[in-house]
């Protein structure tokens, strides 16, 4: 009989998550002293982030979101990436800050990349808050990184299994760990 997956280690608590999340929004609001910052996430795992995120930014910034779907299983993404809702706000001439939850191949944030950069932008720069090692492959330079993280799965602060534990405070390990696909 399978055991339903639940989280287990906390592996970053809340109190840490939000110190960081407060020198993330430091930094960013340095590097962007005297501009506007279009804040562009990805629905639905970036949005708790992003609500800490900008309430601790101290320079203007707009936001918008995307929806995409990336093919491949629940746990692992192939890099093929479709827009299901996309953005309401042109970026032509635009200081731009993607921002993600999680980074895992890095496929997802190599494909967002290229795509928002042909809308002409400004700036574009993207900050994660997780980033875990297999992302260099994909060769995607991350401007603004929270935590770098082993390769396990994890759910809270946004993230998910099947719509499940978005809403915990802290990110878990999932346990049992999902299976990975090849
Ligand atoms: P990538 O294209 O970088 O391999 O995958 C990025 C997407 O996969 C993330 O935006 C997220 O939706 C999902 N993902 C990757 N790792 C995890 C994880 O540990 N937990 C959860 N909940 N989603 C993950």
């Not at 005297?34 to 930014?57: H, N, Q, S, T, W």
């Not at 995409?68 to 953005?87: F, N, P």
């Not at 260099?136 to 602060?157: K, M, N, Q, S, T």
């Amino acid at each position: 009989m399978s055991q339903e997956p639940r989280p287990g280690e906390v592996l970053i608590g809340a109190e840490r998550l939000q110190q960081r999340v407060g020198e993330l929004a430091e930094t960013i609001s340095d590097d962007y002293k005297g501009r506007e910052v279009l804040v562009v996430g990805v629905l639905k795992g970036a949005v708790v982030f992003i609500a800490d995120l900008i309430r601790r930014m101290t320079v203007p910034c707009e936001m918008d979101f995307m929806a995409v779907a990336s093919y491949g299983s629940a746990t692992h993404s192939s890099g093929v990436v479709r827009i299901l809702k996309d953005l309401d706000t042109p970026l032509e001439g635009r200081d731009v800050l993607l921002v993600e939850d999680i980074v895992d191949s890095g496929l997802t944030l190599s494909y967002l990349v290229k795509n928002l950069r042909s809308r002409g932008p400004a700036s574009l720069e993207v900050c994660a808050l997780l980033v875990k090692p297999g992302h260099r492959r994909a060769g995607v330079d991350i401007r603004y990184a929270g935590f770098e993280l082993p390769d396990v799965f994890v759910v809270g602060y946004g993230l998910d299994i099947g719509e499940r534990y978005r809403n915990l405070p802290e990110i878990a390990a999932l346990e049992p760990a999902p299976v990975r696909q090849p």
